[in-house]
């Protein structure tokens, strides 16, 4: 990749400065371009001369399912600003085919800062055809596969309070670390308890790859929207939005403490990077807590009440897959070593045979009809690449965005985005927690299901050789000396 503009992102980040992105929200379709951009353009030229930011971040679909193209905003903002922009893409409603035709478009533009996220869900799902979800994990790989020159960007959200959905966002933040994330943004946040986490995870864990913190100046019209609108992965306590009704009944002082705690944030992530912005953390701890301080003295917590943490202090939970989900567990993969894995018995007697079947035939109907019916209780949808065995014989296609390589950042309490079930990944995390074999969950790269695969007998394809590769990360990633240690003295006991 040749870049065409400065990229005062990647310079800040490969020096261990203190990085700075302003994210612009991309205006709806219907809006006129022009019109829809021009305070990105402006916003664009005013940081030409503001050293301490370094590059205006370009959202993808926020707003709606039809905003404009996030890549054609990209492109007039780096005309404006002369230095290049962050661009976020998004998996959701796009196949694996058209996040590679956006990376190669960014390729063409000299636009080499990406943000590759799986998305939220549809707000307004088409009635004619699926939605599918290409996962971050996938993307990250596609781009540093086209070009290793990509500053690839990745998400992780530390505000989970439950220890599945917690450790499931850090062991797929070291699984997208280890196929090539370059840094890792957070959602927003005001838990600061939870982004220290998160830091001291990545530390303990070998991660030497820069963290950026999302932060939000919290007004009460911000609140009520965020919690209205139930945007994934935010959590705002009811006592929390409360406080800041209470204080925009002046609006003046209301806006002057969004800003403050808002300055604070920033702050921490400067004390956290050893920046040594303010003499001490107990200082910084004291105007934290004087900024979420009650006129009658008490304290607002910025999370859930008995939530989940790593740093030691309670509550001490530890959870595991009851005694029949992991029963049910070890006699599926017992049956999967008799009969599919390669040099079982089954093996050798089923693939010679399935390499014979006419495609098409009665006979390879009926297999596939019987494959339906038998997997029918573990969810099959039918998807012609059967992944179950590398993912604790927890169907991902139950999960309604299809992800195999751990959880979206948009679980509540261990509840789906789509808040009708308990998030498949959780009960994976249990699962592999009770088998002592959490690694798996950060070392092992589950491929996405090829779209003329569907509604197609991955038995057949199975014993033919024709799955594809499923990637088990050995070894540090390249280029770093050490490498993660085992995930497991780092979850719950």
């Not at 990250?140 to 989970?160: H, T």
């Not at 567990?329 to 050798?348: C, M, N, T, V």
């Not at 789906?416 to 790269?445: M, N, P, Q, S």
């Amino acid at each position: 990749m040749t870049p065409h503009h400065a990229n005062a992102l990647r310079r800040a980040l490969e020096s261990g400065g203190f990085a700075v992105t302003v994210e612009f929200v991309v205006p709806e379709a219907r809006e006129p371009f022009e019109t829809a951009i021009a305070p990105a353009l402006e916003l664009a030229q005013a940081m030409k001369g503001e050293p301490r930011c370094h590059a205006l971040a370009i959202g993808d679909r926020i707003r709606s399912d039809h905003d404009h193209d996030p890549i054609a905003v990209a492109e007039r903002v780096a005309e404006a600003g002369g230095t290049a922009p962050l661009v976020h893409l998004a998996g959701k409603d796009r196949s694996a085919a058209a996040v590679r035709a956006s990376l190669e478009r960014l390729l063409a533009l000299g636009l080499e800062n990406v943000l590759l996220i799986t998305g939220d869900k549809v707000k307004a799902p088409p009635g004619d055809r699926p939605v599918g979800h290409v996962d971050a994990v996938h993307a990250i790989q596609e781009a540093k596969a086209l070009s290793p020159d990509f500053l690839v960007a990745a998400a992780v959200c530390p505000f989970k309070y439950r220890e599945e959905e917690c450790l499931n966002q850090y062991l797929k933040m070291v699984k997208k670390w280890r196929v090539g994330a370059d840094c890792f943004i957070t959602q927003i946040g005001f838990d600061m308890r939870k982004l220290k986490e998160l830091i001291a995870y990545a530390r303990a864990r070998g991660l030497e790859v820069p963290l950026l913190a999302n932060v939000l100046a919290l007004t009460a019209g911000r609140g009520r929207y965020i919690r209205e609108h139930a945007m994934p992965g935010i959590t705002i306590p009811d006592e929390l939005q409360a406080l800041v009704e209470a204080e925009a009944q002046d609006p003046a002082k209301g806006a002057a403490r969004a800003l403050e705690r808002l300055a604070l944030q920033a702050l921490l992530d400067r004390v956290e990077g050893l920046e040594a912005a303010i003499p001490t953390e107990a200082a910084w701890a004291e105007a934290w807590q004087a900024s979420l301080t009650r006129p009658d003295g008490t304290l607002v917590p910025t999370a859930p009440p008995d939530g989940f943490y790593l740093d030691g202090g309670p509550p001490a939970q530890g959870v595991r897959a009851s005694v029949g989900a992991y029963a049910k567990y070890l006699a599926l993969d017992g049956l999967d070593r008799l009969l599919f894995q390669e040099g079982s018995p089954g093996a050798r007697l089923f693939a010679p045979l399935a390499r014979r079947l006419p495609d098409g035939s009665r006979l390879a109907r009926a297999v596939h009809g019987f494959e339906r019916l038998s997997k029918e209780p573990l969810g099959c949808q039918s998807c012609g690449v059967c992944r179950l065995p590398h993912t604790f014989y927890v169907c991902p296609e139950t999960c309604p965005k299809g992800l195999a390589n751990g959880p979206c950042g948009g679980t509540r309490e261990n509840t789906c985005e789509f808040g009708d079930r308990e998030c498949i990944h959780t009960l994976t995390y249990r699962l592999a927690k009770r088998a002592h074999a959490l690694k798996a969950l950060e070392a092992v790269v589950i491929p996405a299901v090829p779209a003329e695969r569907r509604g197609t007998c991955s038995w057949i394809h199975h014993f033919r050789g024709q799955d594809p590769p499923v990637v088990r990360l050995v070894g540090p990633r390249r280029g770093d000396p050490t490498g993660p240690p085992d995930p497991e003295a780092s979850s719950a006991s």
